[in-house]
């Protein structure tokens, strides 16, 4: 329920919750302190004109005192009392004789000093508290009206009663208004942001000059918003790259089927389009395979069915898939490496990918073609090598890129997701794919797994040995 009060208010009830707090503390701590040093005044008060009694009773004896002096006040306020042995008045500044002992206190009087409490006394205004003293044979009773102790304390507490409100209701408009001065750079970036579209997907968020919370989740959001508006354009360079890959066997395709319709052609006329429609459905299968595989891989989705396989067994079967191509260019297909080497892999992946490079090593190479397998410490190379003359220098940064080609103004096959599809399935294996050449006899693509197993063991005979050492 409190989480749907806006910030704002919560910001500013919090801050009067917590005066509120110290308001009640502090006020109960002054009254508190106040009362009990009244009280300590009274007792002390009280105390002093019991002793100034008793000297007089000493000095006078009991009949000649004359307790004038020992008021310390008005009439209204105080008195005081001589009582004999016997409980009867000897001296009294009230206008009434009336003996104010009860026959219990007057025996604790008679043994020390006795506390009365509060009392009412006649002609005395409000409560009082009073003393009594034992003074030789006689009780000396001395009090004071504590009117002026309650008017005091109640002065208090109405000036916390009607200051408090008051105090609570500023204390909640300074922080609502605090609360809004904070959060106008959260009010300012909301605004901003409901400008942003993807006409103007360049805008960023204000960010704020003090170096705070609110200036970190402002850089936060904007490298976010980078980070969605390369996204974008990546999406847009590839649906423009994808529509233009499709829409040339499309246009053959119609193209072959309108020419078929117009003329009716013979049967070998027949037989030749089908054959050319076929070759057009045949690459826009492949497109939108590889298109899928990248969108999949993408999306972290790319599914893997790992088993442990011999490399070179794999090797071997995508050597057997262009046999007829290498009878047909001349250019012999060789697998080298040993026959050990065995790791977890997705089988049809890795040939596809292998396919991939041989494809694109038989299109744009030259000589021998060799797959090989080599493992140096603890990873695992498969390399595809051939003695072309290897990537133009200024394509190598992009050549894993989609519908990227080295010389696309030569009129070469394909969609330029060969390469791309490559980098994807050894990404989701966790490896790395790269160019290694001389720059002119020989160019090699490199796929690199790592052994884990033998990452672990490596750093536990190197502890071991460290181990020793020390």
Known sequence: ????????????????????????????????????????????????????????????????????????????????QVIGPDGGVIESTLPEQAQLLSPKQLAAA????????????????????????????AIVVVGASTVDQEETLLGIRRAFLLGGPIALLLATLIGYLLGSRALQPVESMRLRAREITLDDADDRLPVPAARDELQSLAVTLNQMLDRVDVALQRERVFLSDASHELRTPLAILKSEIELVRRTGGTQADLMTALGSAAEEVDHLVLLAENLLVIARAEQGELPLKREQVSVVSVLRKVQSRFEQLSVDTGRPILVEGSASEMYSLDRLRVEQALGNLVDNAMRHGSGPVTLGVLREGHELHIYVRDTGSGFPEAFKSQAFGRFTQANPGRGESGAGLGLAIVQVIVRAHGGQVEIVDDGHEWTELRLSFEYPGVAIAESEVQRARQDSNQ
């Not at 308001?23 to 005044?41: D, K, M, P, R, S």
């Open 110 to 137: 008679s043994i020390g000093p006795t506390s009365l409490g509060t009392l009412r006394v006649e002609g005395i205004e409000g409560k009082s508290r009073a003393v009594a003293w034992p003074a030789g044979g």
């Open 1 to 80: 329920m409190l989480n749907r009060v806006p910030v704002r208010i919560r910001l500013a009830a919090g801050f009067a919750a917590g005066l509120a707090v110290v308001l009640i503390a502090a006020g109960a701590f002054l009254y508190f302190e106040v009362a009990g040093n009244l009280e300590e005044t009274m007792s002390a008060n009280l105390a002093s004109r019991a002793d100034e009694a008793r000297s007089l009773l000493e000095a006078s004896g009991e009949r000649g005192i004359d307790l004038g002096g020992v008021r310390s006040g008005d009439e209204e306020t105080t008195f005081a």
